[in-house]
């Protein structure tokens, strides 16, 4: 595909941002039913508007307000609040953030409601290796990280460390530990399992010849001798078969995994990237096992909340950045700020990109972007159902996160699992589910064609195989729909040219973060882009970059 | 029409609105207790419906063979149906442990109340039928009032009589209303009745029978659980939180919460003044106390016997609990109406969201709550509970963890041991011989030294220097343990608690 393939239509262009960028685009499909107190409540959450009614409301207006300001950041989600939090860090203040969204935080955002906080997407993070130090004194500074210890290990704080029993696998009518399949399963499978995770924890410990660990977050700092990121070119299921990993419950667990972490299964992933989520975390604590996760009511919105807290007069919702052109040595950018439906100009120096790289040839027409095709994106669905408690079922109790053996989707995890008090009235229950039957786009419109009543009942088919009363203690559920919720490591892309071209500045204004660079849509990995641009961005208002 | 044909339409129609409301009554009420007893309220209801409906049917086709002495047919059944109907629930609640084939003895119930409500409307029909009335007008009438009283039953069960009555209690009011309409009928046509004495004597039976039965209702709720204890059962009572039950046998008390013995009277000053007292013979003059847990009142009982001790903040989740013990006579009694002294305030409160909060500091902090269990009890033994308890303790203040038993337990005895000592506290550890626990331990804690500094009080029944001395002494089948810290990330002595007590039960 070449340029022309770039420069879709306007037409086209609304109708693919509208789908793109908003999980609540799909505003016109809310419904609410609430018929009678028998059936269960709850809705499609999100917003009313969507993006091509902005534009064309937009393009008729005339620019009602110009700005003037040193750096404009477009996107709130982790790696934009990133960069605003760094560049504060660096005592800088002129600088705007425009979301498009009437909230904050993007993957991290959450809800709340009178019986608490549960998570729209994001819900954890792993604790993070000793040599992630920007994340570390990020954690250090908020009081998660409460102090070291004689070996210079962190100490988390225990309210935040996942409590115990963090992980149940329901299989065959019981619920074991843990979430490798251990039940009733044959000894050759067994072999198989225990070589596996021996064969992930020697790539966990492998260095390159170039000495950098051949995995680790930040994926940027992992090596580039070949001898791995050739596995960058077959998927993981190649991998697993070429290495005699056949076995159904080993091979259903890393499918598991990866749709868990990226949305894409175990033929669509790459065995680099399949490699890299069993082989990159090297968390260590002094009060914590290695694999322990960090974890709160309303997932990764704690996170997003202490990133924000410092900065939120810098940030504009509800405003569309629809075109960026250099203009006299300055970036000039069309806003619609679609609350009071006016027209606004930024002419900034520097601009920090923290939205998803598929929108950069409809926002910067005129720039170079053919390489932009190769990103593409998984779509989600996300379920929270508040429940009252209900029976557990047999084998370990209620963990924090409850997975059904060859479910339909990726299971539950309790959201009020960090809870201290002793009787907990309700549940919170948020169930997650990549649409990977058919490809990203084919799914999305499907996705969006569903009613609430279509989205619940499957949800409940799922949960029933494990819960088959379940429906009794339900008081609501409430959907959201992520068009484009993750950045798909599919083969070639980790260690492609697309990846590679689409983190060069332009003309060093405009700087591009976002968790989509690294192929791989987590916490460390849009926090670290955040840090690099603002890095950038910091050097040249202070050096004079800008030429 | 003569005056006499007017006047049993009026009683006899009357008698369908009763019959009508009570029919679908009963039915409701086996569907309900059959779910609520079995759980699946779906099938259980729907089963109940169709057998129920069933049932009449087969009752409504035997009508045929009733040919002659109706009326007197007709207050047999209704007699018939009051009876069964008034005490199917409670039948069904003794029944409920002690039965194997318990659903087959449900249904066999609702099917005999189904055959006799089936036969109720049609015997009636054709005793109004050999009235001089036209066909049509019986048909309208009856089933008007069979509509109307089944409308009203089907309101008037779940809004007033659930919630007002209760189950067993709304069984044998609609059974004794049902007797009421054999009486009724009974008396105004007695002349026209070939067994009207054995009518009589059967019904008046009925009657007393349902209502005894209506007046004792809570007896036999109480009976039926008593199964399941072997003392005698004086009070049980769901909270929101727990099923607390009490018992005698004799003069001996115990209390049972959700089926797990907290005390018995008999022997209860042994584990209270062991949790208690030693404790106080390592501090001054200690004036705040905090407990937590131990909603019965008898730590707060040992506790009064120091002049010293000024405040007591007793945090315990159930009101139900503290208000019992504070209000029962017999109850104060045990706890020597401790729960109502002036000095003594009560917070009913969830103890790790009270503790993270808490700003005031204790002299002394008495710990006690169930064992671990749970999950959820699990998180009140973990260091991060204790170290927000070190927030709490005054600087030369003293701490003390009922431990559950070092005999049946010694890991998790000796984990909470452990995880005391790991957030800074020195311990020490001590059991004692409660004859109805069996060997139990607990853990003193402190950041300071243990330094005695005042004597156990005289009037104690157990504790004292020499018996104190004793219960340090660990034997070789409790020595300490090697044992992980509990957190909450690791929730390890729960996994203890449970290994070790199923190696017992």
Known sequence: MGKSDVSISRKEFLELSGIALLGSTFGLQTLTSCESATVIQGQIVGANHSIGHLLRKAISLPIHQSHQTKILIIGSGISGLTAGYFLQKAGIKDYKTLELESHIGGNSTFGEDEAGRYPWAAHYLPIPSPENKELIDFLSENKIITGFDENDLPIYDEYALCFHPDERLFVKGFWQEGLIPNMDISEEEKKQIGAFLAEMNAFKAAKGNDQKWAFTIPLAYSSSDTSFTDLDKISMKTWMEQNMFTAKPLQWYVNYCLLDDYGTSIAETSAWAGIHYFASRKGKAANAKDDDVLTWSEGNGFLMKLLAKNQLNNIKTQRLAYQIEEKNGKVSVDVYDWKTEKRENYTVEQIIWAVPQMLRPYVMPQQKSDFIKDFSYSPWMVANIQTIPFDTGRGQALSWDNVIYEGNGLGYVLSNHQELAQDQKTWQLTYYKPLTDNNPADERKKAIAKTHEEWKNEVLTDLKKAHPKIEESILKIDIKLWGHAMIRPTICFIHGQARHEAQQSLNNKIHFAHSDLSGVSIFEEAFFHGAEAAKKVISNIYHGGTD | ?505
Request: aromatic share 14%.
């Open chain 2, 1 to 505: 029409m003569d005056k006499s044909s007017t006047k049993i339409p009026i009683l006899l129609l009357f008698s369908v609105f009763l019959v009508a409301t009570c029919g679908l009554i009963y039915e409701l009420i086996a569907g309900t207790l059959a779910s609520y007893l079995m759980g699946d309220s779906i099938s259980q209801f729907s089963i109940i419906i169709g057998l129920y409906l069933f049932s009449m049917g087969i009752g409504s086709f035997c009508s045929k063979y009733f040919d002659e002495n109706l009326l007197d047919w007709f207050i047999q059944i209704e007699l018939l149906v009051g009876l069964v109907g008034g005490i199917t629930s409670s039948v069904l609640f003794v029944i409920f442990n002690s039965v194997d084939s318990f659903q087959w003895i449900l249904y066999g119930l609702i099917s005999l109340t189904g055959i006799f409500v089936g036969l109720e409307i049609p015997l009636l029909m054709q005793i109004l039928n050999k009235s001089n009335f036209g066909f049509k007008d019986i048909i309208s009438k009856v089933f008007t009032f069979d509509y109307v009283g089944a409308l009203l039953a089907s309101i008037l069960f779940p809004l007033v009589f659930v919630p007002k009555m209760g189950l067993i209690r709304t069984s044998f009011f609609f059974g004794i209303l049902n007797t009421l309409v054999a009486l009724l009928v009974l008396y105004n046509y007695s002349a026209q009745l070939k067994y009207r004495l054995t009518l009589w004597f059967q019904a008046i039976f009925v009657f007393i029978l349902l209502t005894l039965g209506f007046i004792f209702s809570d007896n036999i709720l109480s009976w039926a659980e008593a199964t399941t204890y072997d003392e005698k059962i004086i009070f049980a009572k769901s909270s929101p939180y727990q099923r607390i039950v009490l018992t005698r046998q004799g003069s001996n008390i115990k209390l049972f919460l959700n089926r797990n013995l907290q005390f018995s009277s008999f022997d209860e000053y042994r584990y209270h003044e062991a949790l208690v007292h030693p404790l106080m013979t390592f501090t001054k003059k200690p004036e705040k106390v905090l407990i937590l847990g131990g909603g019965d009142g008898m730590a707060v009982r040992e506790l009064l016997k120091y002049e010293s001790v000024k405040a007591v903040t007793l945090i315990d989740l159930d009101a139900d609990m503290t208000n019992l013990f504070r209000r029962n006579e017999m109850l104060t009694k045990l706890n020597q109406n401790a729960l109502n002294s002036p000095k003594v305030k009560i917070l009913n409160q969830d103890a790790f969201l009270w503790i993270k909060q808490n700003k005031a500091l204790f002299d002394v902090i008495i710990i006690d709550f169930p064992d671990p269990n749970n999950f959820a009890l699990g998180k009140l033994y973990s260091n991060t509970f204790y170290r927000e308890l070190t927030h709490t303790l005054a600087p030369e203040g003293l701490i003390v963890v009922q431990s559950t038993s070092p005999f049946m337990a010694p890991k998790s005895y000796w984990c909470v041991n452990k995880t005391l000592q790991s957030v800074g506290f020195k311990t020490l550890p001590y059991h004692v011989f409660v004859p109805s626990f069996g060997d139990w331990g607990y853990v003193l804690a402190t950041k300071n030294e243990f330094n005695k500094t005042q004597n156990f009080p005289e009037n104690l029944r157990f504790m004292n220097d020499a018996a104190f001395e004793q219960s340090k002494v660990f034997p070789k089948d409790m020595t300490q343990q090697e044992t992980e810290v509990n957190k909450l990330n690791n929730q390890i002595l729960v996994q203890y608690f449970e290994e070790e007590w199923a190696k017992v039960m």
